[in-house]
């Protein structure tokens, strides 16, 4: 049983060690680096053959997750910082997912970045006398960075405590930083890379103050129970079994009794309608004595008496529930910056800057995701209104960047803008209470996003150009590419036959939609309809501009045909790759035996991770103590009602967004341009991009820059004409001081000594005159002076 | 004063001998600008004094614990023979050395370590 975070521990270690013998050794491996390449390789294709051991030795364990440590970091009091696990399915689930992917995109790497073997001129950047720089390879940099990232990435899902994932958090932004400026010579690169990093660094600041909060109150940083110790998940989520009074046992624990948030009394009729889960003891969310105590902290430094009666009502009031809603938002807030959800998403689409397999790898499949991943994994933690509001977050995000996709032309940013919309899929999907669904939705995501990056590569590799004005008609010349890529665009917007199968995505968009309908149904509130409306609304839309793409690119009469005659199918090392990805995005979710998507391995696998205190809806009640917010179950989605309905109306949008794809990029009926021209101010804002950027310019930027231009003005006026006289002053004054003062006295005391010393000098010296007889004499009558001063001079 | 004269011989002449013979010593050499008469000067000088602690040293006063001193005044007079012979040769080496730099042995000569 111990032999699985072993493995996993292994995996996650491999790429450390081929990034240290890269960084070490990375020029002189083969010819010009050639050789890092299969390091990184090996150490990534041994991390996925040790997952995939791991997940089947998985199989056989009972336990709900391991969790341990493996070394302590230090020990502050009662800081303790960790380098530890918790293992449960979504974590063996991901580190397969992750290691084959990034295995996939190593292979195809060495075909993308061979042009790094040799010395490259970068065409796109001019030097001051006109030429283009011209610069040695950095092949093996390439690799050494992919190690390092997926040591990262590896590192937050196996991660046992939230400060370790803190720590790799901000590992994968500088992989993710130093990927995006890989052409770091170009402008557009190193801008978008700081970009990338600065605008994480807002997010992060979110998620330090939540994890201040949690430290704060709960006292530990580790997810799952370490060696009897309980960690944030129990400690939020106190077991309870069904109809133990739990106020009475808590209040003889300790001095103030927990309160518990979730309706005990509902806990089992809910539960009753899924046998099988009868078995689980519910875990309520409560507010954490730490949490509580804090509070009760405040109220009596506010005053109040912590009196029995108070502390009774407080306790009826949710005292402290504050606090956890802090610590959700703030974890949120991190992973708002980290998955680029509104109002951080601006990084994303510049992040393209980078190398495909860059994009491919971190700003599609694994990165980005790893936000929420963070979301899954701390989902027990999140109270209904940070549900609430990661929901709304989702829904605007997917909204928006879809609609921005449509009139993107360059290949890869709708693409990147196609993900931030995913992404807000996922969000969406979590935030209404389909955990599964949206891990589901991280996962399938993640192969057929990669697959469509790695395809846009390779048609970028063959025309040279990011510009889809530029493609067309590539069919005939790259077919592995194009139907490929298909695969990818029918995958992503879900396609499939409605109710009997499909390719992944639609699986797990079908979820979606299903827990948002189910959601939405629960409340007569317009806004929680109007959200399933944007979800589904959102699928039409990303079927239309994914077919936008594939019919732009492969489709028609060549745009360029210079580009076209020189393009060509890419070399086998990265259409296997392509070959590989789409085989597991069409079947990634596919159930095996029936056709419910219920019972697919890994639909199966991700409910089983489910966190385990799940299994009920969950609920905010108002100040009246009503209940205003409920997040519902996600089972109870899975009734034919909800599920066919939902599926059907995903079906229909899609294929109504495909087909008006048809209508205007294949079948040629109505002419775009036109179209843009009709919509005129709308077509000019999605182009804009929402002018988020030049709202965030005006913001934040320009202030900045007018705020920095004063205070450099003070700087340069007011601090340094004070120095400056400052300065002036004390010179002044030293030159006094060293005039009259030094030279005058203290030099003039020693001078002063001196010539006295060297006249007695002077006056002792005729003494010795080397007369031999008079010394004699002297001595004679020194003596005889001695002697008559000692008999008479002290006869007193 | 005179007295002296008709007295026994005791340590009172003892000590005058020696008197005279350190003041004939110290004006010897004073006096002598031969380095040999100087070095004869301080023979005398060292044995006046030799002369002063045999007698101190001798049994007359060995009887009265007030002021003898014992067989330490004949052990102290060896010593300063067997430094006196010592500080001769060293004297004369000098002395020789003088002479091959300057050709003389005149003491009034040797004063070019004057302040």
């Known amino acids: 049983m111990e032999t699985i975070p072993t493995l996993l521990g292994a995996a996650w270690l491999l790429p450390l060690v081929s990034f240290t013998l890269i960084l070490l050794f990375g ?42 440590e493996w070394y302590t970091l230090a020990q502050f009091d009662s800081l303790k910082l960790t380098i530890g696990y918790y293992v449960d399915t979504l974590t063996v689930v991901m580190f397969c997912m992750v290691t084959l992917i990034a295995t996939c995109i190593h292979f195809y790497a060495v075909g993308y970045m061979h042009e790094e073997l040799h010395d490259v001129t970068d065409h796109e950047v001019t030097l001051a006398d006109g030429s283009h720089l011209t610069r040695p390879g950095r092949f093996h940099r390439f690799f050494q960075y992919l190690s390092l990232f997926c040591f990262s990435m590896l590192g937050i899902v196996i991660s046992g405590n939230i400060a370790m994932t803190f720590v790799f958090w901000e590992l994968v932004g500088i992989c993710s930083y130093f990927l995006i400026g890989f052409y770091i010579e170009r402008k557009s690169a190193s801008t978008a890379a700081n970009k990338a990093f600065i605008v994480n660094r807002v997010g992060d600041m979110g998620m330090i103050i939540g994890l201040m909060v949690l430290f704060t109150t709960l006292g530990t940083f580790n997810f799952g129970d370490v060696d009897g110790e309980p960690g944030i998940f129990s400690l939020v989520r106190p077991e309870v079994a069904h109809h133990d009074d739990h106020a009475g046992r808590d209040a003889a624990a300790s001095p103030f009794a927990t309160v518990a948030l979730a309706p005990k009394a509902d806990a089992g009729d809910q ?57 959700g938002l703030g974890i949120f807030c991190g992973c708002v910056g980290k998955s680029a959800q509104f109002p951080l998403h601006v990084w994303l689409p510049d992040a393209m800057e980078g190398p495909t397999p860059v994009s491919a790898l971190v700003h599609s499949a694994t990165m980005v995701a790893a936000g929420v991943f963070l979301v899954g994994r701390f989902y027990p933690v999140f109270t209904p209104e940070v549900l609430l ?8 995000t997917l909204f928006m960047a879809a609609t921005i996709a449509i009139t993107a032309t360059d290949i890869k940013r709708v693409l990147a803008y196609s993900t931030l919309s995913q992404l807000g899929y996922m969000m969406f999907a979590l935030g209404v209470g389909g955990w599964v669904a949206g891990m589901l939705h991280l996962i399938t995501h993640a192969f057929f996003k990669s697959l469509l990056f790695m395809c846009s590569g390779s048609v970028i590799h063959a025309v040279h150009s990011n510009e889809m004005t530029d493609m067309g008609g590539l069919l005939k010349k790259m077919p592995i590419t194009a139907y490929t890529m298909l695969v990818g665009c029918l995958a992503i917007i879900g396609a499939g036959i409605p109710l009997v199968i499909g ?13 948002a309908m189910l959601f ?73 035996t029936s056709l419910d998507m219920t019972t697919a391995p890994l639909t199966a696998a991700l ?57 205007i990029y294949w079948w040629r009926l109505v002419n775009p341009r036109e179209v843009a021209d009709m919509f005129r101010p709308i077509y000019r804002f999605l ?57 005058l006295f203290v030099d003039g005391l020693v001078n002063w000594t001196a010539r006295k010393i060297y006249a007695i000098g002077l006056a002792f010296r005729a003494v010795q005159t080397g007369n031999l007889r008079q010394y004699i004499v ?3 009558v020194g003596t005889v002076a001695l002697f008559i001063l000692a008999t008479f001079g002290f006869a007193g | 004063m005179l007295s002296l004269l008709s007295e026994p011989v005791g340590l009172s002449h003892y000590l005058i001998v020696g008197a005279v013979m350190f003041v004939s010593g110290a004006v010897c050499m004073a006096t002598k600008r031969n380095a040999l008469g100087v070095l004869m000067g301080i023979e005398l000088v060292l044995n006046g004094a030799n002369v002063n602690f045999v007698a101190f040293g001798s049994d007359f006063l060995a009887r009265n614990p007030n002021y003898g001193i014992g067989l330490d005044g004949h052990v102290i007079a060896l010593f300063v023979i067997v430094l006196a012979a010592a500080e001769a040769a060293v004297a004369l080496a000098i002395v020789l050395n003088f002479y091959n730099n300057h050709a003389t042995i005149d003491v009034d000569k040797a004063d070019e370590l004057k302040g």
């Not at chain 1, 949490?291 to 009196?307: I, Q």
């Not at chain 1, 797990?508 to 939609?513: E, F, H, P, Q, V």
């Open chain 1, 27 to 68: 020029p002189r491996m083969g010819k010009a680096g050639k050789a890092a390449s299969y390091v990184a390789i090996g150490a990534i294709g041994g991390g996925f053959v040790l997952s995939l051991i791991a997940l089947f030795q998985w199989r056989g364990i009972d336990e709900p997750y391991l969790a341990g």
């Open chain 1, 271 to 327: 539960s009753d309608h899924h046998g099988d889960h009868t078995a689980h003891a519910t875990r309520p969310l409560v507010v954490p004595q730490g949490m509580f105590d804090a509070a009760v902290r405040d109220r009596v430094a506010a005053g109040e008496e912590a009196t029995a009666e108070n502390l009774e009502a407080w306790q009826s009031s949710k005292l402290g529930y504050g606090l956890l809603v802090i610590a």
């Open chain 1, 520 to 592: 939405a149904e629960q409340d007569e509130n317009g806004l929680f309809r109007l959200m399933f409306f944007v979800a589904a609304g959102g699928a039409a839309i990303t079927a239309f501009y994914m077919f936008r793409l594939w019919f732009m690119t492969f489709l028609g009469e060549p745009r360029d045909a210079h580009r076209y005659e020189h393009a060509h199918e890419s070399p086998k090392v990265m259409t296997y790759p392509l070959l590989v990805l789409s085989f597991f995005a069409i079947f990634v979710a596919t159930p095996l």
């Open chain 1, 503 to 515: 390719l992944s995505g639609y699986y797990s968009k079908d979820a979606i939609l299903a827990q």
């Open chain 1, 778 to 780: 002297l001595i004679v």
């Open chain 1, 687 to 743: 182009l804009g991009k929402w002018w988020f950027d030049e709202l965030y310019d005006r913001l934040f930027v320009q202030p900045t820059f007018f705020f920095s231009r004063i205070i450099a003005g003070i700087d340069k006026n007011l601090i340094d004409w004070l120095i400056d006289n400052l300065a002036a002053g004390t010179r002044w004054f030293c030159v006094g001081f060293d005039t009259w003062i030094d030279r």
């Open chain 1, 389 to 396: 509001a990661i929901a709304v977050i989702g829904c605007f």
């Open chain 1, 607 to 663: 409910d089983e991770a489910r966190p385990a205190d799940d299994h009920q809806a969950r609920t905010a009640e108002d100040a009246a103590g009503a209940t205003w917010l409920s997040i519902p179950y996600e089972h109870d989605s899975h009734t034919a009602r909800i599920h066919t309905q939902a599926g059907l109306i995903a079906f229909g949008t899609a294929m109504g967004g495909l087909l008006l794809a048809c209508c």
